[in-house]
């Protein structure tokens, strides 16, 4: 599969057109596939809990706009740190630590991450969401 500018147009169309204001394309090889690999486009405005992934790291590499990730302490429930990525700037990826709580933000419409987990899919149940 190539990963044109095509297919980012038509997937962050589909973000725009989604209430949550996100879409990804799953980049599996088959549903037996156990890793996590996928295309999300992200808007401005969409609702992003505070969250962490206890069991699993996760890298995510900027393919077009600008998004920043913030990193909250769980005890303060305060965020301890900002990071922006984009193409073209200083950060392009990242690698968060499993159980490290994080969130993200689109800072420009068309925005685009490549996101890469380990293991099969699990849902964010509520104790991995952070309440402020």
């Not at 599996?28 to 699993?56: F, V």
């Not at 900027?62 to 005890?75: H, I, M, P, Q």
């Amino acid at each position: 599969m190539k990963i044109t500018q095509a297919l980012l147009d038509n997937l962050t169309e589909q973000a725009k057109a989604s209430p949550r204001l996100r879409m990804n394309k799953d980049l599996r090889n088959s549903a037996e596939d156990k890793s996590q690999r996928m295309l999300n486009a992200i808007e401005p405005g969409s609702p992003l809990p505070i969250h962490r992934h206890r069991h699993t790291s996760e890298t995510v590499v900027c393919l077009r706009g600008r998004l920043v990730w913030e990193f909250y302490d769980e005890l303060e429930r305060i965020c301890t740190e900002t990071i922006e990525l984009s193409p073209n700037g200083q950060v392009v990826a990242l690698n968060i630590p499993a159980g490290q709580w994080h969130t993200v933000r689109a800072l420009e419409s068309g925005s685009v991450i490549l996101e890469m987990k380990e293991g099969a899919y699990e849902p964010i149940g509520l104790e991995d969401i952070l309440s402020l």
